[in-house]
């Protein structure tokens, strides 16, 4: 089960946030049948996106990370809700290339260089899109940038995911620290003091320690207070009768040729990999339910 730590440092400078996203990282690998670096750079996207979910103002609110890179991996994404419950997909799950010669997965090799979208979608009016160059394509370096350039907040980004031999998931995680208006600057000397202790995330999640005894890593020195722990899951949201409502809009033509044709019709969720099924039965009891009028 994936947990989530937010807190802030107590004289209000910095706020923390630290996922172990091990179990949605392997269930993303799991569902997209993705080789190691796939899985790595899906992992990272999933841990993102959560983290920056869990920072949205309403329930009902939604977050879309998405990277359109020029790699072979032609691009990754990942949708998280408020609570940090994501779902993902990549273009190219098997896309794989050589470990670098520091023996790190080569996730920035798959991505390649292109743009990096934040949707926020209140699900009221047009959502909020602010779009930057993707700098490194490692994912970390991109969300940092993303801040700093388009929502001018200084952050610390750190994601990473262990890929076993087996190429599942043997340990994922994320940790942001974000610094808050009018922030001490003894307390920014710390934070940046810090960053080297946790470079290495994957490695902290793998050695077993607790979200609480990382945050003590990365607020070393620095007095904090733990709001609330929230435990997000790789959750999708579809469903029969949203395929069928997607279906529905391609008009009762269309659709008829292609059950003369291929006699059903067979749709797939991108997010889950769920396959659904329609033949010429719901096709009528589509058009008896009015469906079709416009």
Avoid at 52 to 67: A, D, I, Q, R
Avoid at 86 to 97: M, Q, T
Avoid at 260 to 271: A, L, N, P, S
Wanted: hydrophobic share 40%; proline share 3%; with cysteine.
């Amino acid at each position: 089960m994936a947990k989530l730590l937010r807190g802030m440092s107590r004289d209000g400078s910095a706020r923390i946030l630290i996922l172990n996203s091990t179990d949605m990282a392997e269930r993303g690998r799991q569902l997209h049948g993705c080789a190691p670096t796939a899985a790595a750079a899906l992992g990272r996207t999933l841990t993102a996106a959560s983290l920056m979910g869990c920072m949205l103002k309403e329930k009902g609110n939604s977050l879309t990370l998405n990277f359109k890179g020029d790699g072979i991996a032609r691009g990754v994404m990942a949708v998280s809700d408020y609570y940090g419950n994501v779902r993902g997909l990549i273009g190219e799950p098997r896309a794989d290339l050589p470990n670098k010669p520091n023996g790190k997965l080569d996730v920035s090799g798959i991505v390649g260089a292109g743009s990096m979208s934040v949707i926020r979608d209140t699900g009221e009016g047009e959502p909020y899109v602010g779009i930057t160059e993707i700098v490194s394509g490692e994912i970390a370096e991109d969300v940092t940038h993303y801040f700093a350039d388009s929502e001018q907040i200084p952050t610390v980004c750190a994601l990473g995911v262990l890929v076993d031999t087996d190429h599942s998931c043997r340990a994922a995680g994320g940790i942001m620290v974000q610094l808050l208006p009018g922030a001490d600057e003894h307390t920014v000397d710390l934070i940046e003091r810090n960053i080297p202790n946790y470079a290495n995330v994957s490695r902290l999640f793998d050695s077993g320690l607790s979200n609480r005894e990382i945050a003590n890593i990365v607020f070393a020195d620095i007095p904090y207070d733990i709001f609330d722990e929230l435990t997000p899951a790789y959750v999708c949201d579809c469903s029969r009768e949203r395929m069928e409502r997607g279906l529905i809009t391609l008009g009762k033509k269309t659709l008829m040729d292609i059950i003369r044709e291929r006699h059903v019709i067979e749709t797939r969720c991108h997010f889950c990999c769920k396959s659904y099924r329609f033949d010429v039965d719901d096709l009528l009891r589509w058009a008896k339910a009015g469906a079709f009028q416009q």
